[in-house]
């Protein structure tokens, strides 16, 4: 099992830090590196998100040293698909860089803003990644996508539940709450439509 956190939340280093090392866990967070210390009002946020405010540098190097591992979310948390080749470049590299130089990690597994991707978006994310997650609900396989794998979002997990996580009954859930998840996509972005407009 790998835990994962996307954007960086300080609740990451108050809250999932003391939790995850009482029962000798460490995890993976993907930062949105140009807005470490502020908080996830990046351009394409949905106006009806919490304001909340993100890990510092210097929290970021703490975990670091405890054994977390930290790669690229990109330096602002755009949806790539609406953007050029150029600029996806710069939002994938700076933000591995800003990782590699601050931290000495390696920054070796990619997390797409909102899950989108297209397909000149996972070209770009292969020159510089092993590997990248999105937002379908699963569990990776053999033959899961290297460059799409599959997650559980917690909200999905309860006590009950986990006992089932490798039984077929559990997988059918998670492709039923999947499907909900593209209907209710076509009808409202995960982004602020506005952005595509910008």
Not at 61 to 84: N, V
Not at 91 to 113: G, H, M, N, T, W
Not at 132 to 141: F, K, P, R, T, Y
Request: hydrophobic share 35%; with cysteine; glycine share 6%.
């Amino acid at each position: 099992m790998v835990i994962t956190f996307d954007d960086g939340y300080t609740s990451i280093y108050d809250q999932a830090w003391p939790l995850l090392r009482a029962y000798g866990y460490q995890a993976t967070v993907f930062l949105v590196t140009g807005y470490c210390g502020g908080s996830n009002r990046w351009p394409s946020q949905q106006i009806d998100v919490p304001v909340k405010p993100l890990l510092t540098w210097e929290q970021v190097e703490k975990l670091a040293k405890d054994g977390w591992e930290f790669s690229a979310h990109t330096k602002s948390h755009p949806p790539l698909p609406l953007l050029s080749s150029l600029e996806i470049d710069e939002e994938i590299c700076s933000s591995k860089e800003a990782i590699v130089q601050r931290l000495d990690q390696q920054a070796r597994v990619f997390a797409y803003p909102y899950g989108a991707a297209s397909s000149n978006v996972v070209t770009i994310v292969k020159r510089y990644f092993d590997g990248a997650v999105g937002v379908n609900l699963g569990i990776v396989m053999a033959d899961s996508n290297a460059y799409y794998l599959e997650r559980i979002d917690s909200y999905y997990l309860s006590p009950r539940l986990i006992p089932i996580i490798d039984r077929r009954v559990f997988r059918r859930y998670l492709d039923l709450r999947q499907r909900m998840r593209k209907i209710r996509r076509r009808y409202r972005t995960d982004w602020d439509p506005s952005f595509a407009s910008q």
